[in-house]
């Protein structure tokens, strides 16, 4: 599904910093994954280009064997839109929003009536078990339900891969394994891919294989 070839990134700020150094990765449809690696050492870089958010400077990126180069903004948000769930650590609620404005979102942007997006989105949050918390903002949840909302939000277009960065990083140890065993099932029972990007031993141990990036480079 991801095949990545001697990828490399550099940002070019006061001093260009060459972050990604030769990135080699393949992951199949279907994979439950890590990506971990120190602060600084180029994982949210590499899932912003994994998740078409940013472009990267040479290197080959395939995604279903579609070549992913220097695309218009309109065909990048149409792939994102389609086929990717972005999930992040601080969770990306609109404030103003409550849970079910917030999980119907993706679905606004893809111009679905008022009423079908509102009737997915309740199912959703029912299945994440937050049909009660529906009218309620995000200021009113706990870091748990906070990820769930972000979690229903990321499903409801359907999306073949889940691209996950740091999703446990503030929430407190017992809610970042129910946070992770609900993306476990998820990819056993809806065979949606995920890649979680983390710094932390313990959340890569819960994926079926953990690829480690030090200094831009894959080891
Ligand atoms: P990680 O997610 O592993 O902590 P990042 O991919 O966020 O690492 O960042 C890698 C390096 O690139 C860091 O040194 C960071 O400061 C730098 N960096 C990240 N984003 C930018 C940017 N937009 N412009 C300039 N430097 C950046
Ligand atoms: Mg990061």
Redo the contacts with the bound molecule.
């Keep these: 599904m991801i095949h990545l070839e001697n990828v490399n990134k550099t ?1 070019f ?1 006061a001093q260009p ?1 060459h ?1 990604l150094k030769g990135i080699n990765l393949d992951i199949e449809a279907g994979e439950f994954v890590s990506i971990m ?10 899932l912003n280009i994994l998740g078409i958010l940013d472009n990267y400077d040479s290197g080959l990126y395939t995604l279903n064997g579609v070549r992913i180069w220097n695309l218009s903004e309109s065909k990048a948000a149409e792939y994102r839109n389609h086929m990717i769930g972005f999930i992040f650590q601080s969770f990306n609620l609109i404030s103003f929003k409550n849970a079910v404005e917030n999980v119907e979102l993706p679905l606004f942007y893809q111009g679905v009536s008022r009423k079908k997006r509102h009737t997915l989105a309740m199912e959703y949050l029912e299945r994440l078990g937050l049909k009660d918390w529906a009218d309620h903002y995000p200021n009113e949840l706990s870091g748990g339900q906070k990820q769930r909302v972000a979690i229903a939000r990321a499903l409801i277009t359907k999306p073949q891969m889940i691209l996950a ?1 740091e999703p446990t990083g503030a929430l407190d140890s017992k809610t970042s394994v129910e946070v992770m065993q609900l993306l476990k099932d998820l990819n056993a029972q809806e065979h949606i891919t995920q890649v979680i ?1 983390t ?1 932390d031993p313990g959340v890569a141990e819960q994926t079926n294989r953990i690829i480690r ?1 030090k200094d831009g480079i894959i080891e």
Excluded: C, E, F, N
């Design positions: 940002y700020g910093l972050v690696g120190a602060s600084g050492s180029g994982k949210s870089t590499l960065d990007v710094h990036i």
